[in-house]
């Protein structure tokens, strides 16, 4: 069958000088799922923002039903039929379901004025016609990531896409979501579209997938047909050596509780209740995982604990006595370690020095400043004992953070963070976007810290993460904790599914 | 070659917007002048070609520095502060009025100079808490709070002068002369170049100093790099905010009282002279670094000083000279200027680099 879609020899290089594709090559055929696999940094997105004419390659042709095609934009991509559902939703949050769907294409009357009821209309014979079963009269912020996807599905639809790229869209769902997306698209395929679906899950890839192509370090390693390949050769050819999935060894000597919270409750600015009377504790040696959907509370909580929120009520305890409402600084003299989840926002100033990146809870302290003075010389060879110790790889100290991938810049704040002696860390996603190399690593330090008697608090949303790491798990939900699992042996991410869903509880 | 246009390209970057700066004013010049060649021997060559000129061009650049630098502190903090205007205006006016007010105890000159700058630099000081202390504490927009401020203070500034220290038998409104112990010294013959120059560049080293090698510099730069990060990793950030207006402003102050010390020896200013935003101008092509700085205010200084020596001696209007030095300044603080030509060496360097790795492993 002749190709859909064809891209030849691919070059983007971008303004900061990372080379994203070098001569990427993939045929697609139509009426396909094809899955794009590749690690984080691998080229998988660009290559699709190329597609769809967000950004522009240097070298190399676009074929689109055999014909060349230049996008400089979005929209023209669109009207060759591509659409593009984003890992981050791009949805009129304040407006309804419907008029999301159509705007841009509403339907007027005498050519100035809305006319709602017809809109309505055509997007409920759509809605219906694909069997994608949206509240159509609902406001899209009330509504759940998996239900606010298919709304993005549907609004593609609705432009007559013919190609659909779908951008990591199970991140940031449960496996129970994941389940009913996968029925959309195979319906979808079955109803003659053509589907590109990147990720980087692989036990996704195999499920859904007719075709796979495999991406590594900007190029493709490889495209096969999805029957014929297993997923840990897939994860092979994804990483370029053999990795392992298993969980990390368990530490025999946990010691006592030093960390505790207790019935902590918060009001936001709307007066939502967003977390409601949350307890847990975390004994010495031991990793307590947080399981749960983005936005249940997790960030809230994190910040409530290190300092950055005020809590409405409730109390935290590290060793027994309150820290609660204390400064960020106070808390990080406690030996209270934080990984934040938005590292470039929280985590380093890109601009900065590495240097000065390493030393930014510490600068004020004995050796690294004397009087008003800052040490320098001091200061330079901590931040190379630190780079060495944490395997970062940087051209030098006096480099800018923003000269690092992803993952040293996240092992820049893991470096920071462990290296202050913590007694406890606080890790929110800290393995998020970075390669699985620099992932191994740092759960690695995780580990060894653990075992040097830290107690860890880890929020994740990759389950797998949480599995592998995890001494004991507690589910949240809607800013409840609604499971606790004290035996980690058995538990499955399908086991954790229902309760991140909110449809089991059990506390 | 490429790797060296990539690790200096800022600096190839000025250089070329100043040429290209100057080829668009001898294509102006030629375009009004009659005598076009002379008229650009004055404008670029004219500023050297006489001591006091030369001069000029150093007493000028005096206060630009002091404003410079005053700016150049909160902007390291990515606080938008700008009023130096206002704070080197207020402070020269009640410096004035502090100096005047304690002549009769007859201090020895050199306390008494020192006193009258530090009284000015905490009038700036105090004047600049306003809007830091608003944006600290009620997240204030500090531009539209500082720019207010400078009206503020140049009516305060005014009504001090006019109603309290006036010399009624001057013919024109400014304030009492300040007695001679008090002037900082014109040390070059036929020049007004004053003590102040070497005051401002003295108070350069002593910002660059501060801002890279003391803790609050440190600090202050992480907020201005990063709010986010500088909170969370524990810095005051309140207290950054409120003391890099402060600080600046102190310079601010020194600044305005410097001038009046130095230069007319009385306060006889009756429109704001300025220098604040000339400050804020040099502060941004500098990028906030006090030493660079010192090389811009003298550049543009030296702008200033051919223009006033075009306008003199030729035929070319003074307004020219203003669409010169805007041309100049606009293309380089155009952050986006020749930046595709950055881009495309850096792409050949990507794939260079590429086809080394590949034929190295």
């Not at chain 1, 008003?372 to 190379?384: A, V």
């Not at chain 2, 080293?205 to 609050?216: D, G, Q, R």
């Given at each position: 069958?002749?190709?859909?879609?064809?891209?030849?020899?691919?070059?983007?290089?971008?303004?900061?000088?990372?080379?994203?594709?070098?001569?990427?090559?993939?045929?697609?055929?139509?009426?396909?799922?094809?899955?794009?696999?590749?690690?984080?940094?691998?080229?998988?997105?660009?290559?699709?923002?190329?597609?769809?004419?967000?950004?522009?390659?240097?070298?190399?042709?676009?074929?689109?039903?055999?014909?060349?095609?230049?996008?400089?934009?979005?929209?023209?991509?669109?009207?060759?039929?591509?659409?593009?559902?984003?890992?981050?939703?791009?949805?009129?949050?304040?407006?309804?379901?419907?008029?999301?769907?159509?705007?841009?294409?509403?339907?007027?009357?005498?050519?100035?004025?809305?006319?709602?009821?017809?809109?309505?209309?055509?997007?409920?014979?759509?809605?219906?016609?694909?069997?994608?079963?949206?509240?159509?009269?609902?406001?899209?912020?009330?509504?759940?990531?998996?239900?606010?996807?298919?709304?993005?599905?549907?609004?593609?639809?609705?432009?007559?896409?013919?190609?659909?790229?779908?951008?990591?869209?199970?991140?940031?769902?449960?496996?129970?979501?994941?389940?009913?997306?996968?029925?959309?698209?195979?319906?979808?395929?079955?109803?003659?579209?053509?589907?590109?679906?990147?990720?980087?899950?692989?036990?996704?890839?195999?499920?859904?997938?007719?075709?796979?192509?495999?991406?590594?370090?900007?190029?493709?390693?490889?495209?096969?047909?999805?029957?014929?390949?297993?997923?840990?050769?897939?994860?092979?050819?994804?990483?370029?050596?053999?990795?392992?999935?298993?969980?990390?060894?368990?530490?025999?000597?946990?010691?006592?509780?030093?960390?505790?919270?207790?019935?902590?409750?918060?009001?936001?600015?709307?007066?939502?209740?967003?977390?409601?009377?949350?307890?847990?504790?975390?004994?010495?040696?031991?990793?307590?995982?947080?399981?749960?959907?983005?936005?249940?509370?997790?960030?809230?909580?994190?910040?409530?604990?290190?300092?950055?929120?005020?809590?409405?009520?409730?109390?935290?305890?590290?060793?027994?006595?309150?820290?609660?409402?204390?400064?960020?600084?106070?808390?990080?003299?406690?030996?209270?370690?934080?990984?934040?989840?938005?590292?470039?926002?929280?985590?380093?100033?890109?601009?900065?020095?590495?240097?000065?990146?390493?030393?930014?809870?510490?600068?004020?302290?004995?050796?690294?400043?004397?009087?008003?003075?800052?040490?320098?010389?001091?200061?330079?060879?901590?931040?190379?004992?630190?780079?060495?110790?944490?395997?970062?790889?940087?051209?030098?100290?006096?480099?800018?953070?923003?000269?690092?991938?992803?993952?040293?810049?996240?092992?820049?704040?893991?470096?920071?963070?462990?290296?202050?002696?913590?007694?406890?860390?606080?890790?929110?996603?800290?393995?998020?976007?970075?390669?699985?190399?620099?992932?191994?690593?740092?759960?690695?330090?995780?580990?060894?810290?653990?075992?040097?008697?830290?107690?860890?608090?880890?929020?994740?949303?990759?389950?797998?993460?949480?599995?592998?790491?995890?001494?004991?798990?507690?589910?949240?939900?809607?800013?409840?904790?609604?499971?606790?699992?004290?035996?980690?042996?058995?538990?499955?991410?399908?086991?954790?599914?229902?309760?991140?869903?909110?449809?089991?509880?059990?506390? | 070659?490429?790797?060296?246009?990539?690790?200096?390209?800022?600096?190839?970057?000025?250089?070329?917007?100043?040429?290209?700066?100057?080829?668009?004013?001898?294509?102006?010049?030629?375009?009004?002048?009659?005598?076009?060649?002379?008229?650009?021997?004055?404008?670029?060559?004219?500023?050297?070609?006489?001591?006091?000129?030369?001069?000029?061009?150093?007493?000028?650049?005096?206060?630009?520095?002091?404003?410079?630098?005053?700016?150049?502190?909160?902007?390291?903090?990515?606080?938008?502060?700008?009023?130096?205007?206002?704070?080197?205006?207020?402070?020269?006016?009640?410096?004035?009025?502090?100096?005047?007010?304690?002549?009769?105890?007859?201090?020895?000159?050199?306390?008494?100079?020192?006193?009258?700058?530090?009284?000015?630099?905490?009038?700036?000081?105090?004047?600049?808490?306003?809007?830091?202390?608003?944006?600290?504490?009620?997240?204030?927009?500090?531009?539209?709070?500082?720019?207010?401020?400078?009206?503020?203070?140049?009516?305060?500034?005014?009504?001090?002068?006019?109603?309290?220290?006036?010399?009624?038998?001057?013919?024109?409104?400014?304030?009492?002369?300040?007695?001679?112990?008090?002037?900082?010294?014109?040390?070059?013959?036929?020049?007004?170049?004053?003590?102040?120059?070497?005051?401002?560049?003295?108070?350069?080293?002593?910002?660059?100093?501060?801002?890279?090698?003391?803790?609050?510099?440190?600090?202050?730069?992480?907020?201005?790099?990063?709010?986010?990060?500088?909170?969370?990793?524990?810095?005051?950030?309140?207290?950054?905010?409120?003391?890099?207006?402060?600080?600046?402003?102190?310079?601010?102050?020194?600044?305005?009282?410097?001038?009046?010390?130095?230069?007319?020896?009385?306060?006889?200013w009756q429109i704001s002279p300025g220098y604040g935003w000339d400050g804020i101008v040099v502060a941004i092509i500098g990028k906030n670094n006090p030493l660079l700085i010192i090389f811009v205010s003298l550049f543009l200084a030296y702008l200033r000083t051919g223009g006033q020596v075009?306008?003199?001696?030729?035929?070319?209007?003074?307004?020219?000279?203003?669409?010169?030095?805007?041309?100049?300044?606009?293309?380089?603080?155009?952050?986006?200027?020749?930046?595709?030509?950055?881009?495309?060496?850096?792409?050949?360097?990507?794939?260079?680099?590429?086809?080394?790795?590949?034929?190295?492993?």
């Amino acid at each position: 069958m002749d190709p859909i879609i064809s891209v030849k020899k691919i070059v983007k290089v971008y303004p900061n000088g990372v080379a994203a594709n070098k001569g990427v090559s993939i045929d697609i055929e139509p009426n396909t799922i094809h899955a794009i696999v590749g690690e984080n940094g691998a080229g998988k997105t660009t290559l699709m923002k190329i597609l769809f004419g967000i950004e522009e390659a240097q070298e190399g042709k676009i074929f689109i039903r055999g014909k060349e095609v230049h996008f400089k934009s979005p929209l023209e991509a669109i009207k060759m039929g591509i659409g593009m559902v984003h890992q981050h939703l791009m949805l009129a949050e304040g407006l309804t379901v419907y008029e999301n769907l159509m705007l841009g294409i509403e339907p007027t009357m005498f050519g100035i004025f809305l006319n709602k009821k017809r809109a309505f209309e055509i997007a409920d014979a759509y809605s219906k016609k694909f069997g994608l079963d949206v509240p159509l009269n609902k406001k899209v912020k009330d509504l759940s990531v998996g239900i606010k996807q298919r709304v993005e599905i549907l609004k593609a639809l609705l432009r007559n896409i013919e190609i659909i790229i779908l951008d990591e869209p199970t991140s940031l769902l449960t496996p129970q979501e994941t389940e009913v997306l996968f029925k959309t698209l195979f319906s979808l395929r079955d109803s003659g579209k053509t589907i590109i679906f990147i990720s980087h899950k692989l036990k996704e890839v195999k499920a859904i997938a007719d075709k796979v192509t495999i991406m590594r370090k900007g190029k493709v390693v490889k495209t096969v047909d999805a029957e014929n390949i297993s997923e840990h050769e897939i994860a092979r050819l994804m990483v370029g050596r053999e990795i392992t999935f298993e969980h990390i060894p368990k530490n025999e000597n946990v010691g006592n509780v030093i960390f505790e919270v207790k019935n902590l409750s918060y009001k936001n600015d709307e007066n939502v209740e967003v977390l409601k009377n949350i307890s847990f504790s975390i004994r010495s040696g031991e990793i307590l995982a947080i399981a749960g959907v983005e936005g249940n509370g997790q960030a809230e909580l994190v910040e409530i604990l290190t300092g950055l929120k005020k809590a409405t009520s409730g109390n935290v305890l590290l060793d027994g006595r309150s820290i609660l409402g204390l400064s960020p600084r106070e808390i990080r003299e406690k030996k209270i370690s934080h990984i934040p989840e938005d590292r470039m926002k929280n985590g380093v100033a890109d601009k900065a020095k590495i240097k000065e990146n390493l030393i930014s809870d510490r600068y004020y302290k004995e050796g690294f400043s004397k009087g008003q003075k800052l040490n320098w010389n001091y200061i330079n060879r901590e931040s190379y004992r630190l780079i060495k110790k944490f395997n970062i790889l940087v051209p030098s100290v006096e480099a800018p953070a923003s000269a690092l991938s992803g993952g040293n810049i996240q092992k820049i704040v893991v470096a920071r963070e462990l290296s202050a002696s913590p007694r406890v860390i606080i890790a929110d996603q800290p393995i998020r976007g970075i390669d699985v190399g620099s992932e191994e690593l740092v759960h690695n330090f995780f580990e060894e810290a653990r075992d040097n008697g830290s107690a860890i608090l880890l929020i994740s949303a990759d389950l797998d993460e949480i599995l592998k790491l995890a001494t004991r798990i507690i589910v949240i939900y809607n800013g409840e904790i609604v499971g606790r699992f004290n035996n980690v042996n058995n538990i499955t991410a399908q086991d954790l599914g229902p309760y991140m869903l909110g449809i089991k509880r059990e506390v | 070659m490429e790797k060296f246009i990539l690790k200096y390209f800022n600096l190839i970057r000025t250089i070329i917007a100043i040429l290209i700066g100057v080829a668009i004013s001898i294509f102006i010049i030629f375009f009004v002048s009659k005598n076009a060649l002379g008229s650009l021997k004055y404008f670029f060559l004219g500023p050297f070609l006489s001591k006091s000129r030369l001069g000029n061009i150093f007493e000028s650049a005096t206060p630009i520095l002091f404003c410079g630098i005053a700016a150049a502190i909160p902007f390291q903090a990515s606080q938008f502060n700008i009023g130096q205007e206002g704070a080197f205006f207020l402070s020269a006016a009640i410096g004035t009025g502090f100096a005047l007010s304690v002549s009769s105890i007859k201090l020895p000159g050199f306390i008494y100079v020192i006193l009258t700058l530090l009284a000015a630099g905490i009038v700036g000081a105090l004047w600049s808490f306003i809007p830091g202390f608003l944006k600290a504490k009620w997240k204030v927009n500090i531009i539209v709070s500082s720019l207010m401020s400078n009206y503020i203070a140049y009516f305060i500034g005014l009504y001090i002068i006019n109603y309290h220290f006036r010399d009624k038998s001057a013919g024109f409104l400014t304030s009492y002369r300040l007695p001679e112990s008090d002037w900082l010294k014109q040390f070059i013959p036929g020049t007004r170049v004053h003590i102040g120059v070497l005051i401002a560049i003295a108070c350069a080293f002593i910002v660059y100093y501060f801002l890279y090698y003391t803790k609050l510099g440190y600090e202050i730069r992480m907020v201005g790099f990063n709010f986010h990060f500088a909170k969370y990793s524990g810095i005051d950030v309140f207290k950054v905010i409120v003391l890099s207006s402060i600080i600046g402003g102190f310079f601010a102050g020194i600044g305005g009282m410097s001038e009046v010390m130095g230069i007319h020896r009385r306060f006889l200013w009756q429109i704001s002279p300025g220098y604040g935003w000339d400050g804020i101008v040099v502060a941004i092509i500098g990028k906030n670094n006090p030493l660079l700085i010192i090389f811009v205010s003298l550049f543009l200084a030296y702008l200033r000083t051919g223009g006033q020596v075009l306008n003199l001696l030729s035929d070319v209007p003074y307004e020219i000279v203003s669409v010169i030095e805007s041309v100049i300044i606009l293309l380089i603080t155009a952050e986006a200027f020749l930046e595709n030509i950055k881009y495309r060496i850096t792409v050949k360097e990507a794939e260079r680099k590429e086809i080394i790795d590949e034929s190295s492993s």
